[in-house]
Structures are given as C-alpha cells and as structure tokens.
C-alpha cells in the first residue's frame, strides 16, 4: 500500500512539475516574441491588462483552490456536495472579480482598446484552469492536471507566434489567450464532472459559512502574493506612458523566469519541512541548511552573472528597443542573492507551524515594494521600481531569518553563505576580464567560463558543499526512508 501512494505521489508531483515547466517555458518563449513584434507601447498596453488580470483573479479565486482540494481530498464521500458549494462560491466570487476588474480599467484607461482589453482577459476570471482543478487534485488525478496546464502551454505559445505579427493584432493576443483559457478550462471541467457524476449550484448556509471562515486567511495571503507581483506594473503603468510598462516587462521576465526555480524548490521541500518538524525535529536543522547552503550556492552566479550580461541578454531576447530595461534586469536579478537562500526560511515558517510570522514577513515584503514604488517611481522611473523590489526582498530576507533564528533554530548567515559569496567575487572578476559579449555565441562562451570558474573555487578550492551532503538533501526531497547524516 506504501509503494502505491508513494508512486502516485511521484506520478502527481511529476505530472505538475513537468507540466508548469513546459508551460512556463513556452509562456517565457511567445512572450519574448510578442514583446518583438508588438513593440514596446503595444506590448506595454498587453502587458498591463493582463497583470490587471492576473491580481484580480486572485479574487476569484481567493483560497478557494487550496481549500477545495484540501476538503475534496479530506471528503471523499461528500464529494459532490463540497464540489457543488465551493464551485458556487466561487462564481460568486468570479462575479466580484470581473465587475471590479472593469471598475479599475475604467478608472485608470481612458482608451476604448485598453478597456476592450480588459473585457477580453476578464473572462478569463471565469475560464481559467484554477476554476475546477482543484477537483481533480483533491481526488488525485493530477495527471489531467498536468495534461491541462501542458495543452494550455502549447496552444497559446502555437497560435499567438503562428497568428500574431505586428502590433495591429494586440487584441488577438487577448482573444488567444482568453479563449485558450476557456477551451481547456471547459475540457478539465468534463474530466472532473465525470470522476465525481456531476454538480449544481448549491447553498448552504452553515457550510458556506465554515468554507469562508476557513478560506479567508488563505484569500488575504494570496492577495498580497498577487500585489507584490503586480503592483509595480500597476503603478507605472498610473504613471508613465505604456511603453514604459512593455520596457519594465521585458526587463523583470527572465529574473522572473528563474526565480520560479527558487520557488518549485521551496515548494517541494515545504512537505519534507513539515514531516520532519513532527516526525525527527533534531535532524531538521540540517534538512534546512543543506537547502539553505544550495540555494545560496544557485543565487549567487545568477546574480553575478545576470549583472555583468543584463545589457546583452535583454537585446538578443527582446530586441534593442528593450534595451533600456537592463537596469530592472540588473536589479531584480541580483536579489537572487537574497531570494534564493531566504525563500527556505520563509517557507520554514508555515512547514514548522508558524503560519502567522510567515504572514507577518509577506506584509512587510509588500508593504514596503508598493509604498517604495508609489515614492521611487515618480522620481526614477521603472528604476524606482526595481530598487523597491529589491529593498522589498532584502527586507524580507532579513525578517525570515530573524524569526527562523527566534523561533526555529539559530542559523548563521554569513557563516553559511561565505563561500558562495567569495566564489561569486571570482566570477565577477572573471566577467571584467573577459569584457562585453557582443554576439550570442560569444555570450555563451563568456557565460561558460564565468560559470565554471566560480564551480571550480566553490566546490574544489573553498569545498562549499560536500557530494555527501547533496546527496542527503536529494534523499530528503525523494522522501526515501532512511538517510544518513553527513
């Protein structure tokens, strides 16, 4: 029985990792090309109504997803009445979001394209994957999931590089996107329909009510989630002309990218954090420094690297007209420093049962990108909001250690991130020598060395991390059942 949940478990991890992977990578890919032949006012216009999408969405969904595949999965014989309420739920909620979607395009867009735009991903708010997935993950049947989320990677990246060439088809990307959304939303939905015999609209009132009472807390920290991804997009959009935002997108994307490495790897190490916080707390620590001293270990060269080639690698990508967001890139690549170590601690926090400083560490990393960027922005521009991020992410960085040293375990910082550090200093030094790469091949090479370099000092010179000690975080992750200490 032990061996079948354990492979179901890695045949529902697999399906999603794989899947958000490719997606992500073909979003990464027509993103890159939109940005190219819309050009950067149109893609600006594109990119500010669909991050206006992306923070309202979380409105529709409000919690409603962790909650619902959480009481499906907690339900099973009550599935169709958990199905049926939250589903209502969240239509109501999708109804919220849409009408206050269009309020705010109506406000801050004058021009009859930018609010058909927001009329167009609105809908989205009602079609979109996380509508009814949570079904399915509730029942564990993740590999529709997955097959959902890679059909929606391929369609959308397909039709908008085959259908999208100049900036006289901005409204088509909507329509791709958006219905793209709807022709697959309505497709998982027939899946799960069919596992669970059907729904309906349905309320009752005291279940409702424990559902709300439940949801709320999830609601609110999905919210500031979705505010801090958002809110620099939304304000210099407020403030500065449409290719301002579609220079700041470009710029943001590929640091993006690559945090959301940062993220799968917390994600997948919160349940281990958690099962060992209950099950073997004296062997924690090392669990959470290992991951601690790898992540530092990943951050670094990214930093590095992502500063010294920021100019190069925005104009191959995006094109010459994007070049002027190098310094954004700049920016926001190098809080991979302190993104990559900190997000352990911070998802330390609610793995080891303390949700409420987890809470208090998103609302100072929010709180302060928003009022740095409402203070930054008028005066530096798209700069402004780089700097934010990056205070925003120190800040957060330094509250996560200080509550994990509190009340977890003492970690010492520069103790365990020296070495990465020293060996970061290197791979600079390297990159001045080598000068700016002007063709990609001659980026590629000059990346190569650079790498390599801080590889060799790291690991034979400095010994930053052990094979052992790899190979123990590996097991963790695997979940296999007895490691031994290194």
Not at 201 to 220: C, D, H, M, S
Request: net charge positive; hydrophobic share 55%; proline share 3%.
């Amino acid at each position: 029985m032990q061996v079948i949940t354990g492979r179901k478990i890695i045949r529902n991890f697999s399906s999603l990792a794989i899947s958000s992977a490719l997606d992500r990578t073909l979003r990464f890919v027509a993103y890159s090309y939109l940005a190219r032949v819309l050009g950067a006012e149109a893609f600006g216009m594109n990119s500010f109504a669909y991050t206006t999408f992306i923070f309202f969405s979380g409105i529709a969904n409000f919690g409603m997803r962790t909650l619902g595949s959480r009481e499906i999965a907690t339900h099973r014989d009550e599935v169709k009445r958990y199905a049926s309420n939250i589903l209502t739920m969240r239509l109501v909620l999708s109804v919220v979001a849409f009408a206050a979607m269009q309020i705010f395009a109506g406000v801050l867009e004058q021009r009859a394209e930018a609010r058909l735009l927001s009329l167009i991903y609105g809908a989205s708010v009602f079609f979109s994957l996380q509508t009814v997935d949570w079904i399915l993950m509730g029942l564990e049947e993740m590999q529709f999931v997955g097959w959902a989320i890679a059909l929606n990677g391929v369609l959308n990246c397909g039709l908008l590089l085959t259908l999208v060439s100049g900036p006289e088809h901005l409204l088509r990307v909507a329509v791709i996107e958006s219905g793209v959304n709807a022709a697959v939303t309505v497709a998982l939905f027939l899946i799960a329909l069919r596992a669970i015999g059907g729904v309906r609209i349905a309320f009752e009132a005291k279940l409702w009510r424990y559902l709300w009472q439940n949801t709320v807390p999830l609601g609110f920290s999905l919210l500031l989630f979705r505010l801090f991804a958002t809110a620099p997009v939304f304000i210099i959009g407020a403030l500065e002309p449409d290719s301002a935002v579609g220079i700041f997108r470009a710029g943001n994307m590929i640091p993006n990218f690559l945090l959301y490495v940062a993220l799968a790897f917390a994600d997948t190490l919160l349940p281990v954090i958690s099962r060992f916080f209950i099950a073997d707390r004296e062997r924690l620590p090392k669990i959470i420094l290992s991951a601690f001293r790898a992540m530092a270990a990943v951050g670094v060269p990214i930093a590095v690297g992502g500063v010294f080639l920021a100019r190069p690698l925005v104009a191959l990508v995006f094109g010459e007209a994007y070049v002027d967001g190098a310094g954004v890139f700049q920016l926001m690549i190098f809080s991979s420093i302190f993104v990559y170590p900190g997000i352990v601690l911070r998802h330390a926090l609610p793995a080891c049962h303390r949700q409420r400083l987890y809470l208090k560490v998103m609302i100072l990393r929010t709180g302060m990108l928003v009022a740095l960027c409402v203070a930054l922005v008028p005066l530096m521009g798209m700069i402004g909001a780089g700097v934010a991020f990056l205070l925003a992410e120190v800040s957060g960085f330094l509250l996560s250690s200080h509550y994990y040293h509190q009340h977890i375990h003492r970690i010492r910082v520069l103790h365990s991130t020296w070495k990465a550090l020293v060996s970061g200093v290197v791979m600079a030094v390297v990159l001045g020598l080598l000068g700016d790469p002007t063709t990609p091949s001659s980026m590629l090479g000059v990346g190569s060395v650079s790498v390599l370099c801080y590889g060799l000092v790291f690991t034979f010179v400095l010994k930053g991390i052990s094979t052992r000690e790899i190979q123990f975080l590996r097991n963790m992750l695997l979940g296999r059942g007895r490691v031994s200490s290194y």
